[in-house]
């Protein structure tokens, strides 16, 4: 590395691949003893097998935040992995460059992910200069403020949780009441897509940033990635895309967006361009996750932007579409963050039904017959992506009433999509998705048969399978599967007033049926691979 220094810098600042946060106090003042350091590492890029434009997303963007940072004026190290893959780890690193920059301070934010907080604390016992860290400044919730709200163990509900932080922000409040009267306008929303709504549902913005010499830098050190690689990336690199994006969610996804949140289609994949911009895999989703969580964006620019979308609309955005959008960001996200952190490093083994099995091999291809999977997983290795139904109850049910290993469910959540990074990406799955943490994110398991899937898409018209049959060779795998996950887990869940009414339905059935069925399963289980 000395061969890279100009002069020495009394003070190190690392900026990790999620804290592009431009509004950070940090840059307020300029200093050339400062070097702020950016860094393209192989243990980031291969802690998991990511998806390619995963990869590509984050290390174009540190390009790009390195480079605005330069142009404002701020001493700037970005490093690319040909400069770093001679070093083991990040602390590796680090120690080498405080050695040749004479460093005599080493700052920090505090990183978002346990694995990488630790390593950070380790690294800072074990140096002599003095180490200081910094919130991210990114949050609604300081880390500080964390422990106020959330203790280890405990079941937090979402609900409680969001209430008191909207009247905390007074945000969608009037005179101290939750404007329009009512708190959850989830009644309005979750429609299915008529064939008729179609030709309202906005053509994707989509960017084409050019990451050519990313993927062959890939290539070149032998990063193992997952899905469908573009020279040309579609999401978001910059503050100023980011920004973009809002805009766009803002004017053409805003308006219908609580309605729709929970709909999915195969009916729209009108392959406009050579980017693909087809709708269905986007409908009325604002994809921000990537830029908000790599804090090109911060929650309250988001949420504030909404709202005033809404205010301008004059009654053409209703309120129920801006409080479904609101509840998300201001509700779930800061919510499975503080559930996070005070759960951890417990949470990452809990595994309270005792699923064992293994994920089957097609979600790496998406070549399965059941086509609501197949759709779900086949976009998001094209894509990156898929919304918040398809990887809760298309991708993530099947694994759940399938009995997968959550250990594996969270690999490959955490390695295919585009925002996946375990803070926001553990909570969602091990604990809303898959019900391993028995509670402490969701009030109840959130499995389901093949009628919940009619209901929300249109996927079972064109299936192999029969939605509406549940022990013959052709129904549909999830009714059976869905049967046998609630009877083997009767005692977890038969007190829980949300599942009492399944039971009784369960028990109506006569035996013969019940027996039928779950034949039908402990067959489909053994053919798992060929579903
Ligand atoms: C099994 C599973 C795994 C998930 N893994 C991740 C993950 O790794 N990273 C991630 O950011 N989200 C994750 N989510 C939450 C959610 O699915 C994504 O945030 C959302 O699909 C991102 O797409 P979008 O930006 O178009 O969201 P929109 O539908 O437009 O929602 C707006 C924003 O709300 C926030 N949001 C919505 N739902 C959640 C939620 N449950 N938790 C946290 N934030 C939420 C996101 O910032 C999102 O950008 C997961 C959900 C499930 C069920
Ligand atoms: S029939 Fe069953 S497997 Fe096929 S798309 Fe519908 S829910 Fe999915």
Redesign the pocket.
Known sequence: MSHLVSSPAQKLRLILGDQLNASHSWYKVKSPNTLYVIAELHQEASYTRHHVQKVSAFFAAMAAFAHALKQAGHRVLHLTLDETSQYQDLPALLRDLIECYQTREFEYQLPDEYRLRQQLLVFSNSIEVSVQAYESEHFYLSDAELLDYFNAGKKHRLEHFYRKLRVRFNLLMEQGKPLGGQWNYDADNRQKLKVSDFNDVPTPLLFANDVRPILQRLKRHNIATIGVAHDHLLWPITRCQANQLLEHFCRYCSIRFGRF?DAMTSKLDTKLGALGEDKQWTLY?????FA??AKLLSPKRVVDSAIAAYEAANGEITLAQIEG?VR??LG??EF?RGVYWANMPEYAKLNTLSATRDLPSWFWNGDTKMNCLHHAIKQSLDYSYA??IQ??MVT?NFCLISGIDPDQVDDW?LGI?I???EW??MP??RG??QFADSGIVGSKAYAASGNYINKMSDYCADCRYQVKESHTEEACPLNALYWRFMAQHIDDFKTNPRTKMVYANWLKKPIEDRELILARAEKLLGHIEDL
């Open positions: 949140q989703h604002s994809r921000l996750s908000i969580n959008f998300q960001i779930w996200r499975v919304h918040h990887r809760l993530g959540y999509y925002d996946a990074i926001v990406e969602n799955t809303m998705s």
